[in-house]
């Protein structure tokens, strides 16, 4: 079945660093969802991306979508301690159902201030 | 509602016995989900309702998981005779327009 692949599994950075995350699926993606999870929370919705090599940004968020439709980025910017979380891409395969989606394992992304 | 609700939000049980875990999701939306999220892993699909008709299960671990939502709206998921390892964060999430919105999860202990 299809798969997706997260890394790194974990990212500490300083207060003021970029970060950034990669997804990959082993299967190509009708499209691609990013979603945050606080400590203790519930994965809130960021982005969803359709189209083949789509970039887009929210403030200091961007996220990109690859050519082949099968891996995706997440970059953040001058992190901030707000920004502390757990980052999943989430992905629908194409071809597939119109509704189920296979999220990755996540990166956890912890700042110091 | 304003968001997705859960109750019971902890739910600890003995192993062998049965819970019930509710969803009242947000008004109007049509899609409702059933996730499992085992501790520093991402949610993985249990089953998808499409108003009260169970589209697809195919994500339900055994015939002891089952789930219902008969009137469209309020969804309820059953494990029977509960394992050790049933013991994660079960969420859930209603949908309109293919983004998701998720509950805060009831996290479920078996002992």
């Known amino acids: 079945g299809q798969q997706v692949m997260q890394i790194p599994q974990y990212q500490h950075v300083q207060e003021g660093e970029d970060f950034t995350t990669y997804c990959n699926s082993s299967?190509?993606?009708?499209?691609i969802q990013w979603y945050k999870q606080r400590p203790g929370g519930h994965p809130v919705f960021l982005i969803q991306?359709?189209?083949?090599?789509e970039v887009k940004k929210q403030k200091r968020l961007t996220f990109q979508f690859g050519e082949a439709k099968k891996n995706s980025s997440l970059h953040i910017t001058a992190t901030q301690t707000t920004d502390v979380g757990t980052y999943f891409c989430?992905?629908?395969?194409?071809?597939?159902?119109?509704?189920?989606?296979?999220f990755g394992k996540g990166t956890l992304l912890t700042v110091n201030p | 509602g304003a968001g997705v609700s859960q109750s019971p939000r902890y739910k600890v049980a003995k192993r062998g016995q049965d819970v019930a875990l509710r969803c009242d999701p947000i008004?109007?939306?049509?899609?409702l989900f059933w996730y499992q999220q085992a501790l520093g892993q991402g949610p993985e699909f249990l089953t998808y309702?499409?108003?009260?008709?169970?589209?697809?299960k195919s994500g339900l671990p055994s015939d002891r998981f089952f789930a219902e939502r008969p009137e469209g709206s309020v969804s309820t998921l059953k494990i029977q005779r509960t394992q050790q390892e049933d013991s994660a964060v079960y969420l859930c999430?209603?949908?309109?327009?293919?983004?998701?919105?998720f509950g805060d999860g009831t996290r479920l202990s078996i002992l």
């Open positions: 299967t190509t993606l009708s499209n």
């Open positions: 989430a992905g629908q395969e194409s071809g597939g159902s119109n509704y189920k989606l296979t």
């Open positions: 309702f499409q108003n009260e008709a169970q589209l697809d």
């Open positions: 999430a209603s949908s309109l327009n293919g983004r998701q919105h």
């Open positions: 008004s109007g939306h049509v899609s």
């Open positions: 991306l359709v189209k083949s090599g």
